[in-house]
């Protein structure tokens, strides 16, 4: 039995995750071309080696950041999003848009 250590729950059963791919930067929906949002969305580097990925626990619904070798598969290391990420992303409306307005009220 695999085991992953979630840095909220402690060690558990791998079946309990979901992988949600690599930990890239975002482009700013709003300001990139759509080939730029294409490849954010469907493009991987899928490298051999250590990958810094995002995991789910499915029963606390908590998304955290894991290193994983590629090449072993083995966990090297989980942590809080938050090591990685601790500033609020804002992004600028579309263009033509004024902030606060395009949703419908």
């Not at 051999?48 to 070798?69: K, L, M, N, Q, S």
């Not at 598969?73 to 500033?87: C, G, M, V």
Request: proline share 9%; aromatic share 12%.
């Amino acid at each position: 039995m695999k085991i992953m250590p979630c840095p909220l729950n402690g060690p558990r059963n791998i079946s309990e995750f979901v992988c949600g791919g690599e930990v890239v930067v975002a482009p700013e929906p709003n300001l990139c071309s759509d080939a730029e949002w294409a490849d954010y969305v469907f493009l991987h580097d899928n490298q051999a080696g250590v990958v810094r990925e995002w995991w789910f626990h499915v029963p606390t619904a908590y998304w955290f950041i894991a290193e994983r070798d590629s090449r072993s598969d083995e966990i090297l290391r989980t942590y809080p999003a938050s090591e990685l990420f601790n500033k609020r992303q804002a992004y600028r409306p579309p263009k033509g848009e004024a902030k606060g307005t395009g949703d419908g009220s």
